[in-house]
T-cell receptor, first 114, second 114 residues
Framework: DAGVIQSPRHEVTEMGQEVTLRCKPISGHNSLFWYRQTMMRGLELLIYFNNNVPIDDSGMPEDRFSAKMPNASFSTLKIQPSEPRDSAVYFC????????????FGQGTRLTVV | GENVEQHPSTLSVQEGDSAVIKCTYS??????FPWYKQELGKRPQLIIDIRSNVGEKKDQRIAVTLNKTAKHFSLHITETQPEDSAVYFCAASLNTGTASKLTFGTGTRLQVTL
């Protein structure tokens, strides 16, 4: 397996534009997590899914952020409209839905909003 | 929800010395405590983990200890080498019954100097 795959690796966009980040989890994993990493706040959990169902989205900063998981092999995180303070590295991670199992991270998407 | 605090935020040691990173967690129900290493520009990767029924675990130069009563756990790296330089994150996992939610500490930037 190629691991968790995220795209794009880098995204530069203008303030106000819509941004869509994509994630393909490891085949067979049924939990998927979206994290945001900044220098100031570290790794923040935005939302996570179990069997394609959102379980906890309390970390989503505001209504401009939305996430979907239409099937077991694909998830998106959308920001609309984007703002400069959304600039960060966004990581997707997946794991098996068993207690105490490792979360595998994708390479991340570095988002810059100018 | 779970809150994980991590100290120190930065740590500089000379090659060959030991490094210790400490974390505390708030939710006594958490029962899985992984440590991730993130090299510059790369994804976080698991280096060692410990479960709540174990007090200590070792893997070559790395060891973790857990004190459930005090709700703190630590990472110990002995005989540090330049390739140990990275950001280290502790995490605590709270199993919600449907998925395991990982909450991360804010990270420790370890610099191993020659």
């Amino acid at each position: 397996d190629a691991g968790v795959i995220q795209s794009p690796r880098h995204e530069v966009t203008e303030m106000g534009q819509e941004v869509t980040l994509r994630c393909k989890p490891i085949s067979g994993h049924n939990s998927l997590f979206w994290y945001r990493q900044t220098m100031m706040r570290g790794l923040e959990l935005l939302i996570y899914f179990n069997n394609n169902v959102p379980i906890d989205d309390s970390g989503m900063p505001e209504d401009r952020f939305s996430a979907k998981m239409p099937n077991a092999s694909f998830s998106t995180l959308k920001i609309q409209p984007s703002e400069p303070r959304d600039s960060a590295v966004y990581f997707c991670a997946s794991s098996l839905n068993r207690m105490n199992t490792e979360a595998f991270f994708g390479q991340g998407t570095r988002l810059t909003v100018v | 929800g779970e809150n994980v605090e991590q100290h120190p935020s930065t740590l500089s040691v000379q090659e060959g010395d030991s490094a210790v990173i400490k974390c505390t967690y708030s939710d006594s129900a958490s029962n899985y405590f992984p440590w991730y290493k993130q090299e510059l520009g790369k994804r976080p990767q698991l280096i060692i983990d410990i479960r709540s029924n174990v007090g200590e675990k070792k893997d070559q130069r790395i060891a973790v200890t857990l004190n459930k009563t005090a709700k703190h756990f630590s990472l110990h790296i002995t005989e540090t080498q330049p390739e140990d330089s990275a950001v280290y994150f502790c995490a605590a996992s709270l199993n919600t019954g449907t998925a395991s939610k990982l909450t991360f500490g804010t990270g420790t930037r370890l610099q191993v100097t020659l």
